[in-house]
Structures are given as C-alpha cells and as structure tokens.
C-alpha cells in the first residue's frame, strides 16, 4: 500500500552533516507514524528516531538526541533525517519506515509493516 524510497546517504567525515529523505507513495501518507532505523553489519536493526501521524511528536534514541531531528512535510509525502555532528559509530544502513494508519509511535522494527530499501550512511574519523 506504501512504497518508500530514502535518499540523501554518503559519505561524510566525523563531525558533518547529512541530511536523509525518504519519498512515500500514497494519498494516506499523513496518517501514518514514521520512523528511521539503522543496521551496521553484523547488528540488529536499532530504532533511531519517530514521529506521529497526528501530533508530530518526534522521539530520539538516546544515542541520537541533541544531534538528529526528524521531520514531515505531509504535502510532499515526504519524512526527513537531518543528522548533525556525526561519529563513526552512525556508520550503518538508515531505513525508513512507516506504521498505520492511525497508531501511536513504536521502536520496534517488527511494529512498521513498510520500509524503504535503505541508504548507506559513512562516517569517516
């Protein structure tokens, strides 16, 4: 029903910034909860950061707050990753992902049922 596609990814020293964008398919796009994920190689797939459908409240994992914001533009069907002040240990595959139609925020990958294909994010010492 969803199809999301992320961009934005690359290589970037310690320190820079990136910002990731993620491009949703569908007319239903303002009722569903967004989230980013991230998965470095032989990890499990951590939770990064969320939004609601409804309220756009936003929520970090600790590794990432101060340094990550996450944002929606509904009119472009469109969820954002700004990352600030990176580190290598960002170095991972970010995913979007979304959860719906009207339900509250999760960090639980199983909890999304749609995600992007991922885009690779380096970060360099």
């Known amino acids: 029903q969803v199809q999301l596609v992320e961009s934005g990814g690359g290589l970037v020293q310690a320190g820079g910034s990136l910002r990731l964008s993620c491009a949703a398919s569908?007319?239903?796009?303002?009722?569903?909860?967004a989230g980013w994920f991230r998965q470095a190689p032989g990890k499990e797939r951590d939770f990064v950061a969320a939004?609601?459908?409804?309220?756009?409240?936003?929520y970090y994992a600790d590794s990432v707050k101060g340094r990550f914001t996450i944002s929606r533009d509904n009119a472009k069907n469109t969820v954002y990753l700004q990352m600030n002040s990176l580190k290598p240990e960002d170095t991972a595959v970010y995913y979007c992902?979304?959860?719906?139609?009207?339900?509250?925020?999760?960090?639980?990958?199983?909890?999304?049922?749609?995600w992007g294909q991922g885009t690779q994010v380096t970060v360099s010492s």
């Open positions: 569908g007319r239903t796009f303002s009722t569903y909860t």
């Open positions: 992902a979304v959860r719906g139609p009207r339900v509250g925020v999760s960090n639980k990958a199983s909890d999304y049922a749609y």
């Open positions: 939004i609601t459908w409804n309220t756009g409240s936003t």
